[in-house]
C-alpha cells in the first residue's frame, strides 16, 4: 500500500557469482512507515522489476534477528559500512545504495564470504577451557565490576564492520582485525581463560599480527555494538610486548 | 560402534548443548546449520535462564520450580521430563558460568536473579539485556574448541531437506542442501539429532528470526514423525509491529505505568497527543479494574485482538494499538527504561518519550514441536529432537525464561541418548544405498520441478496470504468456523503454490528458490496448526476458544499427536493421555 504516494529508490550493486562482474540495479519502491533497508529488499522480492519496468530477480543478501544482535546482514549503505535491518530508510539520502562489504568475497549480491573471522577466532582460542561439562559447582567468583568490563567485548556480533573499514585489513598485511583482538581481551581477562593467555598473544604476533594496527580508529566508529575496540587493543599490545619480552628471556 | 558419527541439525542453544555432549564424550559431530550458527535465533533472548538456585534466600527449590512450570502450562505437560529438567537447571547454570558468560553479579560476586512471569521467586538469572546472545556465544566457543580438535565437523550454510530412511523407517542419515553450490548430497550417520527452533514464519511476522521456518519439523513430519500439541502457539501481547518483523517490547514499560488505548473512533487520523483524554479507549482498565494494564499475558493479548479486530478500532485501521509511556517524565523513564526504549527508536524511529508506541501481540514462541518420548527419541527410530522444534517442556504455555534451559537441558539428554543408542545399532547392510540414491533423487526432482515450474505465482505473496490468516485466526482467538476457513485457505495456497514461477532460476546462492522450497513445507505444517486447534474443543493455556471458554480435563488433558497422511496429503490427529503422576492438575488462576 502506497502511502501519499511517496516513493523510494534502492540502487543495488549486484553479482551473480563470485567471479562474474558486478553491475547496478535501481528499484522504486512504495514508500511504507518504518521501513529499512531489509524490508525494502523483502518488497523487492514480492515485485522483482527494476525501475525502468524490467523484470529482474530477488535480491541475495544475509540476515537473520532483524534486531542487530546476528550479525548477518552488514553492508555498504550509502557508502559506510553498517547493518541493514537497523538502516531506516527515512534516515537515508536517495537513492540508498547497497553495495557488498568490499573485503570479503562476494558469494552473490549483497552475500559476502565473512569466515576468516571465525577462523582467526579459532586461531585466537577464544574460548574459556573447561575441564568438562560435568558439575563441578559454580565458577570463580567475580565482581560487578569484572561483569561490566567483560560483557561490552562479549556483545561483539562478528558482523566484521570493523575490518571493512579498517585501512590495515586487506591482503598485503594478513592483519586479523579488531574484533579479534577484542576477543583475546576478553578471555585473557577471565580468570579460566587466562589459562590460555600466551597462546593467544602468541598468535597475535608475526606476520598479520597486532603491530600492523596503525590506531586509526576507523573500527571503533564502525562498530555497531559500541566495543571498546581502541582500548582493547592497546590493552593487548602492551600484553603482547611483555609477552615477547618474556619470550626472549624464556627461549 | 567405537566412535559414532552423528549429525546434529541446527546451531541453537539446543543444538550446541547436543553437539558439546557428544564430543565431550568421544563421538564424531556433522553439525548442520543454514546460518553461521553464532547467528541462530537463539541471540534473540534478552530476559534470561530459569534456575532455582535460590541464592537470595526466598526458600526457592526445584519442586517449586517444576511447579511453577506445570501450572503456567495448565498441566498439559508430561510430568517427569519437565521434573528432570528444573533438577537439573542449577548445575546448568553453574556451567555456563564456568565457561565464562558474563552473567550479572551480586556486590559478593555471586551471580543475580531477577523475577519473571508466572513465579514469586527471584529464579532468573541474566546477562544485561543479552542473555541468549551470551548463553549462544559460550557454547559457540565450545564447539569452536572442538571444531579446532576435529570432533566436530561444521556444515554451515547448509539446509537439512529430509531424513534418509531404510526400508525398516529406521533413519540412517540426512539429505541437505548447499545454499551457495545448491548442491543436493546425503551424509551417513548413525544418529541425527534435530535442533532447528521455532517456525515463527508460518505466521509471517513474529519475534522469531527469518530462517525459524520449521521447515526441517515438516519435512519430518511428511516422513512420519508425529507432531504434538501445534495449536499451542504464544503469542506476546507487546510487541513492535514492523514492515518485516514484530520485535518485541518489554513487559517493563506497563510495569512502569504505561497505558494501552486507541482513539474511540474507527479511522482516527489525528497525531494520538492531540486526542482528548475522553476520546480515548484505555479498554484494559475499563475491562479489568483491578489489574489494569498489568493482566497476565495471555489476557493482555486476548483484550487487544479484539479490540482491533472485533471492534474495529486498531489505530488507522491497522492492527496496532497505543502503549502510551508520554505522561512519565522523562527522567523517571530514562533511569528505568532507557535499554528497551532505545529499541524502540533505533528501528521505529520515534521518541517513546514523546509519541504514544505502536504496539501489538506478536506470535512468539511455538510450545508444540515434533513429539518426543521421555528421553528426547521421536517417532522415528534413530532421530532425536531438542529446543524449541519439540513438544515436550511448556505444556500449553511456556513461562518466561524456561526456553532457553529446556535447549540447553534438552541438547545435554538428546546428545548422550543418540550416541548409546549409536552404539546398539548393528551395521547397516549394503542395501542401505540404495535409501541414500532415492532420497538424493526425490529431492532434485523436487528441485527440477519448482525450477520448471511455469505459471503466475509469487512465492513471497502466498507466504504473505499464509501468514496474515494464520496471524488473525489461528492465534489469540480461535473460532470454529474461521479455522475451518483457514484450513481451506491453506488447501487453495497449496494448489496456488503448484503454479509457482521463480524470477530466479540460477542454481548458485538462489535464496528466493529456498524460501519457495521451505513455503511448501510451511503450508503443510500450517494445516496441523490449524487443525489441531479445530480439534481442541476447549481453552487451555494460550488456546482460547470463546465457544469453549473452560478447560475441559475429561476430554483434553491429553497430548495431540498429528500425523501425515500421504495419500490423503493431510494431517490425521491421535490423543495420548498426560503423565500427571506427580502433580494433581488443579484451575489456574493467578
Ligand atoms: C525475541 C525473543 C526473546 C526471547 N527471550 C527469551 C528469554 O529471555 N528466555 C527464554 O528462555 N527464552 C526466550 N525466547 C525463546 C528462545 O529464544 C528460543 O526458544 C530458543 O532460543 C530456541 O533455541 P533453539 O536452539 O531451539 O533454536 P534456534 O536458536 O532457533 O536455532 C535453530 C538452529 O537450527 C538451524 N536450522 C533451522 N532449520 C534448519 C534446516 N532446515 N537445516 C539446517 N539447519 C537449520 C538454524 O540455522 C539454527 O542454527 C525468546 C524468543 C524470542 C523470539
Ligand atoms: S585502530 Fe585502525 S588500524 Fe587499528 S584495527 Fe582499528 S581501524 Fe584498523
Ligand atoms: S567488534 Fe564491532 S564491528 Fe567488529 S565484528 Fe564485533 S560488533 Fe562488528
Ligand atoms: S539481521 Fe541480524 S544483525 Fe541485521
Redesign the pocket.
Known sequence: MAQNGKTVIIKVKRQASPDSNPYWEEFSLPWKPGMNVISAMMDIAANPVTREGKPSRPITYDS?CL?EVCGSCAMRINGRARMACSALIDNLNQPVTLEPLSKFPVIRDLAVDRSVLFENLKRAKAWVPIDGTYDLGPGPRQTPRQQEQAYPLSRCISCCCCMEVCPQFNDKTNFVGAATIAQVRLFNTHPTGAALKEDRLHALMGDGGIQECGYAQNCVEACPKDIPLTDAISEVSGQVMKQAIKDIFTR | MANPKIVV?????????ATIKIAEGGGNVDL??????K????????????AAKNLKGEGDSTWQHFDDTIYGGDFLANQPPVKDMCEAAPAIIDLLDRMGVPFNRTPEGLLDFRR?GGTLYHR?A?AGAT??QQL?YALDEQVRRYESEGRVNK??T????SAVLDAQGVCRGIC??DLRSMEVRTFPADAVII????I?AIFGK????V??????QS?LYQQGAYYANGEFIQV?PT?IPGDDKL??MSESARGEGGRVWVPKTAGDKRDPKSIPESERWYFLEEWYPKYGNLVPRDVATRAIHKVVYEHGLGIDGQPMVYLDLTHIDRATLDRKLEGILEIYEKFVGDDPRDTPMKIFPGM??TMGGLWVDFKQSTSIPGIFA????EYSYHGAN?L????????IY??FVSGPQAVSYAKNQTKSDTSVNGAFDSERKRQQEINARLMSSEGSENPFRIWRELGEIMTKDVTVIRYNAALAKTDEKIVELLERYQHINLSDKEMWANTSFVFTR?LYNMLQLARVIAQGAALRNESRGAHYKPEFPERDDANFLKTTKAYFAPDADEPRFEFEPVDTSLIKPRPRKY
Open positions: 537473520n534486531e | 541439525v541446527g546451531g541453537g542453544l539446543a543444538g550446541l548443548s548442520f546449520s543454514v546460518v553461521p550458527v547467528r541462530s535465533h537463539s541471540v534473540c533472548a534478552q530476559g534470561g535462564i530459569n519473571f532468573t541474566f542473555t541468549g549462544l556444515f554451515e547448509w539446509e537439512f531437506l541437505a542442501l535442533a532447528t527452533g521455532g515463527g513474529s519475534t522469531n528470526s530462517v525459524c521456518t520449521g521447515s526441517a519435512a506476546h510487541s520485535r518485541l512468539h514462541y531438542c529446543g524449541e522444534c511456556r518466561g525464561a524456561n526456553s532457553l534451559v529446556s535447549c534438552g541438547g521451505q
